[in-house]
């Protein structure tokens, strides 16, 4: 039996739109007709082609079938089912569960006229479409299809295709376009939704366009989701400039890769809104003359490439638009968002008609050569805008402003991230010029790169005199115990503040050990010995800027006492090796760092009386001179600040007295507590660092006031043990605190 029913007619070229209502039904073979009845077919059964009307019901378990046209009747395909296409028209349901339809010879696998689907777990592939769902004229409802269970539909022009007022809803699927010219998923003037899902176009990922029997609005809403074309765009929208209408474009934490680089093509007068949330895109949006894009980068996304043409741009939240040239937009909103010109190294303009809102522009400059990103408004700008702009080590040429955003007018406000820039040896603030905005040298102080280096070259003189000390907390009180050879070991901990005169202000933690052994000579009034020991000592320059500096040191000493008349003399050499770090907090968030070792050489002399008093009471005068040259050295930063060190010299005289009393407390213990008031000078105030060429001085010169107090123990005839405190305070040098515990063992 030979049946010929009317089918409805699919396009036969991408881009033109459906006829609707004058459209055929294909032919059929040996069609079997169910008029108002049902059948089931289980596995086994003849294969047939089938022919449904009148609410009718077809029920395929685990059985084949060619071709299934139903008119309002039901279709349900169930698990191991395999059908030929299947076309369902006028309020029919289809509904296909782990089960394969087939299209072939210019078929659509599954074919949806003004009815309902839903596929779910299956495979369904056609020679034209894989899936359809259209109405059949202006005055029915659309169909409505549901992709499900990680079901995978292909077809030769299109995954799947969708017409005015018709919805596809995909989830955990796939759709594909395997032709040349294929699209992944094809609507006119209709709605899909994708979840967690993939669909791919051999040409276009999604083509959008009208449907011109029934111009509507058109909706592609993705969620987790991944669009590519493989040979062209991600999504094209094309109205062939036939009537005004609208599309809106939907991501959510969704990918759209594109061969052309290309991720939303607007054209033929289409009017796009495109709105991306939680996605990370990389590619560019193009809109053709006479067609208009708005976009909307919102929670988290960021978008890498241009912008060519686009109407309006609204960056919100902690969003970002990462430019990838020279680029151009109508109007731009940031509401907490930022742009971004692109990597430090190229330099890139932006145009913009009318820019509002709250945000960020994060930017580079090459003060040296002049070379800037700009912003440059056109029209009126209004808001308040931050400017990260990346800092750099190299040094800007002398005097010269450089423009980073011009605007025609309005009353915008823009600051710097931070307060300033970081550009070689200085750090430049922010001025308005006009109606412009610039960089202004008038503006410089030092940077923090700049700092931290002339801490560096300034910390080994604090770090060797923390080291040194003097005689009593470096060995205790030898008078309780003269003319014996030993050995002593003591820890220490010092806080230096220098003050900003100096040249840099930066706070210093310094800790330590030293280790010694000595013999008596003669009579035991010398001691000759030596002693060798390790300090780190920290930096704190303040805005994430800090230094380390570790000192390992060897000397020796000789030390004269007259048990008699009360005289001594001390006098020690000391050689060191430092390993000095720098770690710099730049103004635009990033980090750079540098290190350098060197060699220090310095000597102390110290001479005093012991007096006696009544009661067990003493007072010791003393007079030290110490005298250290540390090494000059060329380094650099890892951003290409260059600095060169020469030698650092301090010359430090200091005059005092000590005052204490002895006592026993048993028989073999014997106390000594002391005070003692001293002030020192510093006499070295020349200290050159170069950066950059640019000269400064490091300046630790001008008196200080020293107080200290401590007690010494001897705890038998062979041990004894002491502890020292000591402040200072001066012009540049303050020690608020220096502790050191020690021992030594007689032999």
Do not use: C
Request: hydrophobic letters at 35%; zero cysteines.
């Amino acid at each position: 039996m030979h049946l010929n029913f009317l089918s409805l007619s699919l396009p036969a070229l991408k881009g033109r739109a459906l006829s609707l209502p004058a459209l055929m039904f294909s032919s059929f073979t040996l069609a079997a007709p169910i008029v108002g009845g049902s059948v089931t077919l289980n596995n086994g059964d003849p294969v047939d082609s089938w022919f449904l009307s009148q609410n009718a019901t077809l029920t395929v378990n685990g059985a084949e079938t060619l071709g299934i046209n139903a008119d309002s009747s039901t279709v349900n395909v169930n698990a191991g089912g395999r059908t030929g296409a299947i076309s369902a028209s006028n309020g029919s349901v289809v509904n296909v569960s782990g089960a394969h339809v087939t299209g072939t010879s210019g078929q659509t696998a599954l074919e949806l006229v003004s009815s309902q689907g839903r596929i779910d777990n299956s495979t369904v592939s056609g020679d034209f479409f894989g899936v359809s769902a259209v109405r059949f004229s202006t005055t029915q409802n659309g169909s409505t299809l549901t992709i499900s269970g990680n079901s995978t539909i292909t077809g030769v022009d299109a995954g799947a295709f969708a017409s005015s007022h018709s919805v596809i809803d995909l989830t955990d699927s796939s759709l594909e376009g395997t032709g040349t010219t294929g699209y992944g998923l094809w609507l006119q003037s209709a709605e899909a939704t994708a979840r967690n899902s993939t669909i791919t176009g051999a040409k276009d990922g999604v083509f959008i366009e009208l449907d011109q029997t029934g111009v509507a609005p058109a909706a592609l809403n993705l969620d987790n989701t991944t669009v590519q074309g493989k040979n062209g765009s991600a999504i094209v929208v094309d109205f062939d400039n036939f009537q005004q209408s609208t599309a809106t474009v939907t991501l959510n934490n969704s990918r759209l890769l594109a061969s052309n680089g290309t991720l939303l093509e607007v054209k033929g007068g289409a009017d796009v809104s495109m709105v991306v949330n939680a996605s990370t895109l990389n590619g560019n949006i193009v809109t053709q003359t006479g067609s208009n894009t708005d976009l909307t980068l919102q929670n988290g996304s960021v978008l890498t490439g241009r912008l060519d043409n686009v109407a309006s741009a609204t960056i919100n939240d902690t969003s970002q638009w990462v430019l990838v040239g020279d680029s151009q937009v109508g109007k731009l909103a940031l509401n907490g968002g930022a742009v971004k010109f692109g990597a430090d190294n190229a330099f890139y303009q932006l145009n913009v008609s009318e820019l509002s809102g709250n945000g960020r522009f994060i930017m580079g400059t090459d003060l040296a050569t002049g070379q800037t990103d700009l912003l440059n408004v056109t029209g009126s700008a209004t808001g308040s805008h931050e400017l990260l702009i990346a800092s750099s080590g190299t040094e800007p040429a002398a005097g010269q402003p450089v423009t980073v955003v011009k605007t025609a007018g309005g009353d915008a406000q823009f600051s710097l991230v931070g307060g300033v820039v970081d550009q070689g040896a200085y750090s430049y603030a922010l001025a308005k010029s006009g109606n412009d905005w610039i960089l202004d040298p008038s503006t410089r102080v030092v940077s923090p790169g700049t700092r931290s280096v002339l801490a560096l070259f300034n910390t080994p003189l604090p770090t060797w005199y923390g080291e040194l000390t003097s005689l009593r907390t470096r060995m205790g009180e030898l008078r309780m115990n003269p003319g014996r050879s030993g050995a002593w070991g003591r820890t220490y901990g010092n806080k230096f503040q220098i003050a900003d005169g100096s040249g840099t202000g930066y706070d210093q933690t310094q800790r330590g050990f030293t280790l010694g052994a000595d013999a008596a000579l003669g009579e035991g009034q010398w001691l000759v010995g030596v002693m060798g020991g390790h300090s780190a000592s920290d930096l704190d320059l303040d805005a994430g800027t800090s230094g380390e500096v570790d000192s390992y040191y060897l000397g020796a000493y000789a030390t004269w006492l007259d048990p008699v008349d009360g005289y001594y003399a001390d006098a020690v050499l000391k050689v060191n090796r430092f390993r000095n770090e720098a770690k710099v907090g730049l103004s635009d968030g990033g980090r750079a760092k540098g290190d350098y070792d060197n060699t220090g050489v310095g000597g102390s002399i110290e001479v005093g009386r012991h007096i006696k008093l009544d009661g067990g009471y003493f007072v010791e005068p003393y007079t030290q001179w110490s005298a250290v040259t540390v090494q000059g050295k060329d380094f650099s930063l890892d951003n290409n600040l260059q600095a060169d060190g020469g030698q650092a010299r301090s010359l430090l005289g200091e005059v005092g007295v000590t005052a204490g009393r002895n006592f026993k407390v048993q028989d073999d213990i014997e106390l000594q507590p002391y005070v003692r008031v001293a002030g020192a000078y510093e006499f070295e105030k020349n200290n050159e660092v170069t950066v950059n060429d640019n000269v400064f001085k490091n300046n630790l010169s001008g008196s200080r006031v020293k107080l200290g107090a401590g007690i010494a123990a001897s705890m038998t005839d062979k041990l004894q043990i002491h502890a020292d405190y000591e402040y200072s305070d001066g012009k540049n040098f303050r020690q608020p605190g220096g502790l050191t515990l020690g021992l030594r063992y007689a032999f």
